[in-house]
């Protein structure tokens, strides 16, 4: 790993109608084409093949787990014993959450399409993301991957806002921000910059769930009036803050303190190796570069293709902590010298691509 | 006047699959549906330019490798978000094992 830092005249604008929107659209870094490491058209269509297998025995796991430890949770309701009940259920539901609304977002968790789209809604719903809004938004993150002003899903701007990120571990910034989506789209409101990705077409749906959550949110908070408990608001609304922590987790590793306005997800995506638990509740998407080149291939495939690609891939961080070894430091790097970046080696068999990124010169100017 | 240009032959393209041909400045898709039938659509998403061919194949439908937008390949019919916009078909015939598209 070396560093490197690109120079740019004036700090990011991460608007995506502002300055750098309109940059990456004239300079070709917006839906441009991005580097793919070749693979066999045959072992392409086996990886890419759909089963409901897997995805019917992990939801099974991942509601009945819930069921369970809600169950268990409200039994010992009252005493100690419920917290660790409510921690395991609230990271089943704010934390597993994302990688099941990511997932059958893609539409590939499952062959059958009503299965993906319940266990979206469903997610969506835990998770505090309008599934209409986010399913446009995940396609813009997927054309234009951490292209400054195009790219709606950067979790960690420069410089990094490192108390925003803390308090994310715990939902807080992000379920006031959803809170406040939830009510200005259910008011019938969609924002100038949510109209630059969801067609017009779509706008009323957003309108529509968001209406639906306002009206299941009111009556959760009611019902926990009308008892004088807070306990319908802890298994309705609050796992989403208390049970957050895994996917911030997780998730900051997918492209923290890795490059910006580059055209190869081997720079700007990083795959983490990780313990099975894990695995588990992320859905295998530690495989983040993989996942990346090609979204086509289910989350129980994604292991294959790693073992299939790596001679063309970065080193993968060998676990969780080695990556946060890594990316911490650059943030903190990062808040000195926003252009500041952790520039990813490829292995000497791998192609390069696009060098102008990445080139010598640039990897000269980062001390 | 009919314009059947040859895409390929008939033994090209595995059964449930597609490949692309890339004809007078325009690329297209060809595909071999799981009954041994043969249809052709324009070649790029209606949502952005990327090739179907590089998409999977499943019964009827073909869904594009980027964004997972799915169509209808026999009808061209979007399927719903990502994408909105049909995709433009063309007649396609077997002739002594070769597959024809009419582009004209």
């Known amino acids: ?49 759909r089963s409901d297998g897997p995805a019917i025995r992990d939801t099974a796991i991942w509601l009945g787990s819930m069921l369970i430890f809600a169950g268990l949770g409200v ?26 609304w990511h997932e059958c977002g893609h539409g590939t968790a499952f062959k059958t399409r009503w299965m993906n789209d319940i266990v979206y809604q469903i997610a969506c719903f835990m998770i505090m993301r309008n599934p209409v809004t986010w399913r446009w938004s995940h396609t813009r993150h997927h054309t234009d991957t951490v292209i400054v002003g195009r790219d709606p899903e950067i979790a960690v701007m420069r410089p990094p806002d490192l108390l925003r990120v803390a308090l994310n571990f715990f939902g807080i910034l992000d379920v006031w921000h959803a809170m406040g989506d939830l009510i200005r789209n259910a008011l019938g409101i969609v924002s100038a910059e949510e109209k630059t990705f969801i067609p017009e077409q779509e706008q009323p749906r957003v309108v529509r769930i968001a209406r639906i959550w306002a009206a299941i949110y009111v009556a959760t908070s009611a019902l926990s009036l009308y008892t004088g408990s807070i306990l319908p608001l802890v298994l309705i609304g609050l796992p989403r803050l208390y049970g957050a922590w895994h996917h911030v987790l997780t998730g900051l590793l997918q492209h923290g303190g890795l490059a910006d306005n580059v055209t190869d997800h081997r720079l700007n995506s990083r795959t983490v190796l990780m313990n099975p638990v894990s695995r588990f509740i992320y859905w295998n998407m530690n495989y983040h570069v993989e996942h990346h080149m090609f979204p086509m291939v289910p989350y129980h495939a994604l292991p294959q293709l790693h073992a299939m690609i790596k001679h063309d891939l970065p080193a ?15 943030f903190l790097r990062q808040l000195r010298n926003e252009d500041y970046f952790l520039k990813r080696e490829l292995p000497p068999t791998a192609k390069p691509y696009r060098e102008e990124f990445h080139g010598e010169s640039v990897a000269a100017a980062a001390e | 006047m009919s314009n059947w240009v040859e895409a390929c032959t008939s033994n090209d393209i595995d059964e449930e699959d ?18 041994d039938e043969f249809f052709a659509t324009d070649g ?35 399927k719903g ?16 094992g070769k597959v024809l598209i009419q582009l004209g």
């Open chain 1, 75 to 100: 039994y010992f309701w009252g005493t100690w014993l419920c917290v660790p009940f409510f921690l395991a259920y609230g990271v089943l539901y704010g934390s597993a959450s994302d990688s099941r």
């Open chain 2, 18 to 35: 597609v490949m692309r041909f890339d004809h007078a400045g325009k690329t297209f898709a060809v595909y071999r549906s799981p009954d």
């Open chain 2, 81 to 96: 978000a990502p994408v909105c916009i049909n995709l433009k078909t063309y007649p396609v015939k077997v002739e002594a």
């Open chain 2, 44 to 78: 790029l998403c209606t949502h952005e330019h990327i090739h179907l061919a590089d998409g999977l194949v499943m019964d009827e439908i073909i869904e594009c490798p980027k964004h997972n937008g799915r169509f209808n390949y026999k009808t061209g019919e979007a």
């Open chain 1, 316 to 330: 993968a961080n060998p676990s969780i902590l080695h990556a946060y070894r890594e990316m911490v430091p650059a």
């Open chain 1, 1 to 49: 790993m070396q560093a490197a830092a690109l120079t740019m005249p004036t700090r990011r604008d991460y608007s995506l109608i502002g300055r750098d929107s309109q940059l990456a659209v004239e300079s070709g870094l917006a839906a441009a084409e991005w580097y793919h490491t070749d693979i066999p058209r045959k072992q392409m269509k086996e990886l890419m093949k």
